[in-house]
């Protein structure tokens, strides 16, 4: 009732006829406008609140937030990722697909035999449980506290390799690379060879 006396066509009405507010209600064509005019005013009052909600630029989400994923590379350049797939079997929501092809030292995307050829995460599905982040055995995949995650259509919702993949660090290759015979033929890294980026 408060809320219905402040909107700008109530007052008027007031105004004009001097009448209490409480019985200026048939200004209102039917229960619908009324409501919209009440609605209207109440978020119009509320934008412009000094405190008004404003998006936090400062990166404060809770620690345990999981938001919008990312997949991690080498200070090399090389990807973590070796296409193991053991995010995709971990995931309750089997939202991931992963598809591994074959390294070579000429084309070498990550260490060890294989990489992610195909990587995608259906995000209409995931339910952000972290599961994958906790089964990778390379720290390729990890969850970050991006939270703005809105698009127009489901299929900008499939993030692809591409969408994930962090770029490769400045100054360095991205991938594939040309590497040394037999550097890399392990698929997690000896300690110390490369470190974090
Ligand atoms: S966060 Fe959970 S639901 Fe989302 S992709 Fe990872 S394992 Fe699947
Ligand atoms: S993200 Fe990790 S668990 Fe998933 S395929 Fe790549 S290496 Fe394997």
Redesign the pocket.
């Known amino acids: 009732m408060d809320r219905l006396a402040q909107t700008p066509r109530v007052l008027a009405a007031h105004e004009r006829s001097g009448l209490p507010a409480s019985s200026v209600y048939w200004h209102f064509k039917n229960k619908d406008a009324l409501l919209a005019e009440v609605l209207e005013h109440s978020y119009t009052q509320w934008r412009s609140a000094e405190d008004g909600w404003e998006r936090s630029d400062d990166g404060d989400v809770r620690q345990r937030f ?1 938001g919008r ?1 990312e997949l991690r590379r080498y200070a090399d350049g090389l990807e973590r990722c070796i296409g193991c797939a053991l ?1 995709a079997a ?4 089997d ?2 697909y992963v598809e591994a092809g074959e390294n070579t030292d000429a084309q070498r995307y990550s260490p060890g035999e294989r990489f992610a050829k195909t990587y995608e ?1 259906n995000m209409l ?9 906790d089964a990778c055995p390379t720290d390729a995949i990890v ?1 970050t506290d991006v939270y703005e995650l809105s698009a127009g259509t489901r299929r900008d919702l499939i993030y692809t390799k591409d969408m994930l993949i962090l770029p490769a660090p400045t100054g360095k290759p991205g991938t594939p690379q040309k590497v040394e015979e037999g550097k890399y033929n392990r698929p997690i890294l000896p300690e110390g060879l490369v470190s974090e980026p």
């Open positions: 999981r994923h995010c971990a995931c309750p929501a939202a991931i995460i599905r995931c339910i952000f449980c972290g599961y994958c982040e969850l």
